[in-house]
Every structure is written in C-alpha cells, then in structure tokens.
C-alpha cells in the first residue's frame, strides 16, 4: 500500500445498459470530489486565459515541464503551492511531461526532481515520470523506454506522498498486458491508472504499415485495459477534442485531457460541437469556414464570449482575438463533456454519442467499437 493510497477513492455509481464499460463514479481526493466522465484542460502555468475566471470549471491539468522549464515560476509555485499560484480552488493534476522532456533530450529530469516538486506545489494528483513509446521507433528502444518508466514507476510510487497516476504504455496487445501486470507488481489496485503513447497513434500513423488500424488499436488498448484495472479510473493522455471524446467516453474511458482549447485558439480556428475545425471568416485561402448550419450553432453559443453579442459581432470577436477564441473553445469543450454525462444519466447517452460519431474521422471506429459491444452481448 502507498502513502497516499487512502487519500483517494474511486466508487461506482452509475452504468449504462447499451455500452456495458461506460459508467460514472464518484472521485474523491482528499477532500474535493467530482464526477466520472472528467475532462481536464491542460493550461500554461504563467499563461493567459485563466479559464475558471470567465465560468466554472473543476478539473485543470499542467506539465510538470512547463514549470520546470521557468526557474522563476518554478519557485514562485513551489512557495506558494499550485492551487493559490493559480488561483484556482479546484482539482488540479501535474503531469510530469515526460513526453515534453524527450522531445529535447537536452533537458534532463530525475523521478526524484519530479517528485520534489509534486511534494512542494502540491497539486491534487501527479503523474509518474514516463517515457512515452514511439510508433515509428524500432521495438529495443520502445522496450527500453518501458523499463525506464517501470524503474521510475516503482521508485515514485513507493516513496510519493501525493496521490499518483501510474501509466501504462505497449504497441501490442500483448506488451499493454505485461506492462499492465509490472505495473500490479507494484500497485495491485491504483486508484486511477493511466494509458498512454496514444496521441502518435492519430496523429503519425495516418498511412502507415505498420499501423493501419491505429484507432482500432487503442479501441482495443483501452478495452484490455479497463478488464486489466476494473476498479481504477482509467485515464487516457491527450486526446481529449471535442470530436474524440465521445468514441473515447463511449468505450469506458473515465477521464481525458486536451490542450486542443488553447491550440486550435493559437491557430485561429474555433470549435463548435459535433463540428470539426472552423475559421471565423472565410479569406478565400482554402481553410474551413463557417457554414450556413455553424453559424446557426454559433448564433446558439452562450459561453462568456458570445453571449450577448450578435452573430456578427461574435464573428468579428472570434476572428481578431486569441483569447476569445481560448475562452469559446474551452467552453465548447466542457459543454460537450457536460452533455455528454447528462445524456449519460438520463439514458440516451448512445443515440447522443451515434449522433455526433456519424460523420467524420471517427464515424468508422465508433462502428467498429460498436461490434465489439454487440459480441459481447450475445456472448
Ligand atoms: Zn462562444
């Protein structure tokens, strides 16, 4: 058992009939609890917006990396501790950016450092220092960056004082099983387990040999992993738009996370639900604007943003200003988790899901997801 095992706890409360792994529990840690299914969004520490100032939000994830990175934030958050640095009263994960780091090697991190500042800024949970698996790196070095996660996994969940989150990484069903049992060797029943080193599988695999069925495969992967850790939150690391979180909620995924909000922002696009990437106005340089039916979804937004404002004055505001378009697209985002398990709760959580899955990249794998779901029933 942990230190921090008893500050958390993960309890059953609601399951849906038609999608047998979907469900919403009661997280509690420490002394904050919410509801299952959870979407953190991921924030810059020293950036600008603060989304909890412009409407209620829960659940805020920063990088570890990021804070790391700035010596003078990085002291500033350790004295102060993440919640009060932020000003932020909700629940608040540190990932420990294991992915950012590796990305520029030059930066070396230990487990202990991460934990250090886990222990001083105090955020509501950590995530243990990983080394996240490459698809188009050969398979030694893909093994060797697992035992490197396995080692810091064992050192960090036997010596951490806040509340952790283990994560398991495999290409194959079969390395995502082992490493789902080295993890048990540790921590038999964490209260929340990771799955991660899926984010490269949209993204780098469109085309690839190796990986032709990418998305199958993490339909797949989050399903072995549900079965592996009945019990635990499972979280998913970075995929969490507003169009891959229904496939991921509708498979049992309890929890997901996305910068997309502030990404998309920076790259002028916004988002409206169950629509792709739009521009505010069309330029007549090729990229996506808005259609008659968005603007009819748009002219129905009420975030802090749109509300009040005509449809062109909401057009204007979206096109000219990052900030306001950050401040739409997360709400977007929330509304869609927010619906999402009020459709959950009152039973239609399936034809929600088959509506907004239909068109688009995802519409196949929300089928092929879907059989698995029949098999299981008849079987
Ligand atoms: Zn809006």
Known sequence: MSLWSSKVSFEDYYV??????????????????????????????????????????????????????????Y?????????????????????????????KDSLEVDPEDILELYEMSKPDLGVVLDHPLNPLENEMKNKDRWMKTLQNSDLMLKNGKIPLIPVVHGYSLEDLRNSCNDIKKIHENPPIIGLGSIVPLIFKCRGSKKFKNS?????DSVRMVRKEFPDSLLHVFGIGSAKSMHLMYSLGVDSLDSMGWRLKAAYGCIQLPGVGDRYPLNKNNGRPSLSKDDKKLLDLCECPICRYKSLKEKIEVLDSDFKSRAIHNAWVFMRERDLYYEKLLDGSCFDFCNERLKKGFFSKHFNYALQEVVHQKLG
Request: glycine share 6%; proline share 4%; aromatic share 12%.
């Open 75 to 103: 002291e500033e958050i350790c004295e102060k501790g993440i919640h009060k640095y932020l000003g932020f009263d909700g629940l608040v994960i540190m990932d420990s950016g294991g992915f950012s780091f590796q990305k």
């Open 16 to 73: 849906d009939d038609i999608f047998p792994l979907v469900r919403s529990a009661k997280l509690k840690i420490n002394k904050k609890s919410v509801y299952t299914p959870l979407l953190w969004l991921g924030h810059l520490p020293s950036a600008q917006p603060h989304i909890w100032n412009h409407f209620d939000i829960e659940t805020i994830m920063v990088s570890a990396y990021e804070i790391i990175r700035n010596r003078r934030v």
């Open 215 to 219: 998305v199958n495969f993490i339909i």
